[in-house]
RNA sequence: GCCGGGAUGGCGGAACUGGUAGACGCACCGGACUCAAAAUCCGGCGGUGGCGACACCGUGAGGGUUCGAUUCCCUCUCCCGGCACCA
């Protein structure tokens, strides 16, 4: 063995080797269990990151250990490759998307590949290849013959200037992001799947879902958002009544106006004969879509000089339009209650409506409604004749009433809406639509699929291309035969993530989405990938699949039985921030720390020319920060294991890792100590014995219960737990009372060799390069990936005696030996002598005795 | 604004089920080796007081439960993720 650590040399031999052997490549088996180890796939957006790296290590850590406990593992790779920033690329350099993103591909397999990932390539799916989307288009028809996707207007940023549809992130400031045009909302047709259909089933299955964190569920469950309410009709004279839904109808009687949406049919018909109206309606339809401008906007709104009638007075109440009520949520419409709701407190206070109070506290004491809304459930007052009943009893009263009467019912409403899948963009998935003038909206036939993508376009910002493209837009009914044009929209890119872990399973099949290889494989076992996935993504995947599973393609409800979810990457931000102009910043790489004396941190200056820059702190890694660092870099220099090392080391895996240069050079110099352990001890010509545990010393069996120890620990931490970073300290530690062990005696040997084994074993997972030329240069002859998993011996982790804490009244006072069986009156005995416990217990009386078998005694005095 | 999460030495983190706060690594300080430096090895390293044994303080802030709280409960501050057309 070579005596130096030389990444350069040893991982290209470790891939080779598991390349040639095909040792990642899986078929099913029914005689083992199966392990699905899956990571989210990358958006091919040129270069890895260090959260794919981070990502991926995960991944292939649990691959590799479950392969050693006797799994047959899966371990797929592929691409999400269609999207927005392709077009944006195109734009900018004047190439097809799809080049860009075949050459992105390209690259960032190489770089894949040099992480040394245990992936079974040939399965690699690539979500812009006809025979993968064919399947999206063919679900697609099989959801439009069920109802499932149905097609209706929604709203969407639309650019006047350029003529385009403006994803949420393209509109800054309620500006187009190329022509800074003020953005409007704009109602188009879309298709749309009934995900609400399914949001009671999502719901309930989160219980079932155990390998899941919760904080995951919990937001998944409020984003699904069930509640129960009344749906009420107010009459409005001369009109439709306005229905309305509320969560709160005990608060009835303290209704004092109605909000509609800015393109409620009310606002549109009072605004024909009111220009005040109209501009507002217009100004409305400027605001931004999204959720978080919608709640954090000042709420405006105007009256519209139109009463409804409430439904248990008689009393006329004013309509008002509204800028933070939606016309795609529910019914457009909402009651507002000033006394009992925050927002329809301020909206009444900045518009002098009435705050009337007709709920309060069960203790019957006062409301200060001069300072806010009072919004807990309590007992109705000034409500007629359903005064003093609580909420539940008012509820009940109220919704019989209505029920009575047949201008309200109870309702179970969800806040998840149903997904709009229509994107009017070029690079993405054709909806396999026809438009005829005689037939309407016609299905492409099965047997027409795919409608293939064009991959020669380049989009410039102003509408689709296909849109242009006479070629793909022109067609035959499919039905009269008669002269058609296709639909240009493309669907949502999370169609594409919905279901691709299906199609690992059946890649090469060209009949079929899915077929019997996918029962077999699925569920997930294990996935694993970024937190900011935690519901968009994941949500949608678990729909797709129960609708696969409604539609009788799989039997698997649940997509993922476990899901792990990393944190993110981040690194330093520095930057200057100039009299006038904007902020610049500088790459930490380019940037000098200055410390004092102890360490701690006085400044930092840019190398260049030596002048302060400012510290932002922590944060993502990202090109708008300039604090990113590239994998490839790394790589280069240290090799992948290092890297792998460090991001298993660093932090736990759920929690966001800080990127540190200083970390990278410590797990490097652990290789490198771990490296010259193993060559000392093999280059020593004594001879190594058979181990016979019986007859060692005390030392020797001492270190030897540390490696079994150890050895437990690893595979809890692995297994288990999933803190790698605890894991790998452990080895640390015990490799350091190896570097201690000078015991050459032939016992001693033979320990040493079990030791290294074990830690080569161990290590395997995190670290697989190195330990494939270790376990070698220890005499093996078969490779390490190949190797069952060590388990720890029982009779090497007993104990003789134990050391136990003493507190007095909490507090930390001494330490006892005592034998690993001691009684607790023993142990008592033990404590009371100890001559610090004795000095804190000041000759008081014992009032309490707290014993923790095999941790503590505490004395209360 | 709403939902979810986080905060522990100079820094990343450990403490798994309420039971020894700071494992392991980094940085820093001291020493060995060297003509010297780098690399490597050995030792120290939360704060305050003490020659020392040791004591007191200390897990974002404030309060509570408990023999005992980084861990559980309440209030607050700051940071991070998501908010439906970024992926």
Not at 278 to 300: D, P, V
Not at 624 to 631: A, E, F, L, Q
Not at 671 to 678: A, D, G, Q, T
Request: aromatic share 10%; proline share 6%; with cysteine.
């Amino acid at each position: 063995m070579q005596e130096r650590y030389d990444p350069a040399l040893v991982e290209p031999d470790a891939r080779r080797y598991w390349d040639e052997n095909g040792t990642f490549e899986v078929r099913e088996d029914a005689s083992r269990p199966k392990y699905y180890c899956l990571c989210m796939f990358p958006y091919p957006s040129g270069r890895l990151h260090m959260g794919h790296v981070r990502n991926y290590t995960i991944g292939d850590v649990l691959t590799r250990f479950h392969r050693m406990q006797g799994y047959n593992v899966l371990q797929p790779m592929g691409w999400d490759a269609f999207g927005l920033p392709a077009e944006n690329a195109a734009m900018a350099h004047g190439v097809p998307p799809a080049k860009w993103t075949y050459d992105n591909i390209a690259y960032m397999k190489r770089q894949l590949r040099s992480l040394g990932l245990g992936i079974d390539w040939r399965r690699e799916v690539t979500t812009c290849r006809p025979e993968y989307y064919r399947w999206n288009q063919w679900l697609f028809l099989r959801m439009l013959e069920k109802g499932i996707a149905y097609r209706r207007t929604g709203s969407v940023n639309w650019d006047p200037v350029d003529q385009t549809v403006l994803a949420n992130e393209q509109v800054i400031d309620g500006r187009g992001w190329r022509m800074g045009a003020l953005v409007e909302k704009r109602e188009i047709p879309m298709y749309y799947l009934r995900i609400t259909d399914y949001a009671q089933e999502l719901l309930q299955a989160l219980d079932g879902l155990e390998g899941w964190p919760e904080r995951v569920k919990l937001m998944q469950a409020n984003w699904i958002g069930r509640s129960e309410g009344l749906e009420i009709d107010f009459q409005v004279e001369g009109a439709e009544p306005l229905r309305i839904y509320t969560t709160r109808p005990d608060t009835l009687y303290g209704v004092s106006y109605m909000a509609v949406a800015a393109e409620h049919p009310l606002a549109r018909r009072a605004a024909a004969a009111n220009p005040d109206l109209q501009a507002f309606i217009a100004e409305c339809q400027r605001s931004g879509a999204t959720e978080a401008e919608l709640e954090t906007m000042e709420k405006r709104g105007m009256p519209l000089g139109i009463d409804a009638v409430h439904p248990l007075t008689g009393e006329p109440i004013p309509i008002w339009v509204a800028n933070f009520v939606l016309m795609g949520y529910g019914t457009g419409a909402v009651m507002a209650v000033p006394a009992h709701d925050q927002r329809d407190w301020e909206f009444a206070r900045r518009y002098g409506l009435r705050i009337h109070q007709v709920i309060e506290p069960m203790d019957g004491s006062l409301v200060d409604l001069d300072s806010g809304a009072w919004v807990e459930h309590g007992r109705l007052v000034n409500s007629g004749r359903f005064d003093g009943l609580d909420f539940d009893e008012a509820f009940d009263a109220i919704a019989k009433f209505f029920e009575a009467q047949g201008t309200g019912r109870r309702r179970v409403n969800y806040r998840l809406r149903d997904w709009a899948i229509s994107r009017q963009r070029y690079w993405g998935c054709p909806i396999p639509l026809i438009h005829c003038p005689d037939c309407g909206d016609v299905p492409v036939p099965d047997e027409q699929l795919p409608v293939e993508l064009p991959e020669d376009l380049v989009p410039d910002g102003s509408g689709s291309p296909l849109a242009k493209l006479d070629s793909f837009l022109a067609c035959d009914c499919p039905r009269c035969g008669g002269p058609a044009r296709r639909e240009t929209d493309t669907m949502d890119t999370f169609v594409d993530s919905s279901w691709y872990f299906f199609r690992y399973a059946s890649f090469d099949n060209g009949n079929a989405m899915v077929d019997e290889r996918a029962e077999y494989w699925m569920p997930v076992d294990q996935y694993i990938g970024g937190i900011e996935h935690a519901i968009l993504h994941l949500l949608y995947s678990r729909f797709w699949t129960r609708v696969m599973h409604d539609l009788g393609l799989t039997g698997v409800q649940e997509p993922f039985a476990k899901l792990l979810t990393q944190g993110m990457v981040l690194n330093e931000i520095f930057f200057r921030k100039p009299e006038s102009g904007r902020i610049v910043y500088y790459n930490p790489a380019d940037v000098d720390v200055e410390l004092d004396a102890k360490g701690a941190r006085l400044g930092a200056v840019l190398r260049e020319d030596g002048q302060p820059v400012e510290s932002g702190g922590m944060g993502t890694m990202s090109k708008s920060k300039n604090n990113g660092v590239d994998p490839q870099a790394l790589v280069d220099r240290y090799g992948a294991d290092t890297a792998r090392l460090f991001m298993m080391f660093a932090a736990p895996p759920e929690q966001s890792l800080e990127w540190s240069d200083e970390g990278v050079e410590g797990a490097f110099r652990f290789m490198k100590r771990l490296w010259r352990l193993v060559h000392q001890h093999v280059s020593d010509p004594a001879a190594v014995p058979a181990l016979d545990p019986a007859s060692l010393s005390s030392a020797q069996r001492e270190l030897r219960r540390q490696v079994h120890e150890t050895l437990a620990k690893v595979t809890n931490d692995i297994g288990r737990r999933h803190t790698f970073n605890t894991a790998i300290a452990a080895v640390m530690e015990l490799s350091n009372a190896l570097a201690r062990f000078e015991d050459r005696a032939p016992q001693g040997r033979a320990l040493m060799q079990e030791a290294l084994e074990i830690i080569v074993l161990a290590l395997s997972p995190v670290v697989p390069h190195a330990c494939h030329t270790l376990w070698r240069a220890l005499g093996r002859t078969s490779a390490v990936v190949d190797e069952r998993w060590p388990e720890a011996d029982p009779a090497a982790l007993e104990r003789e005696t134990l050391e136990l804490v003493v507190q007095v009244n909490g507090k930390l006072r001494g330490r006892v030996q005592v034998p690993a069986d001691a009684s607790e009156a023993l142990v008592r005995e033990a404590a009371l002598a100890d001559p610090n416990v004795q000095r804190f217990m000041a000759g008081k009386p014992l009032r309490k005795f707290v014993y923790v078998p095999g941790r503590l005694a505490n004395l209360v005095v």
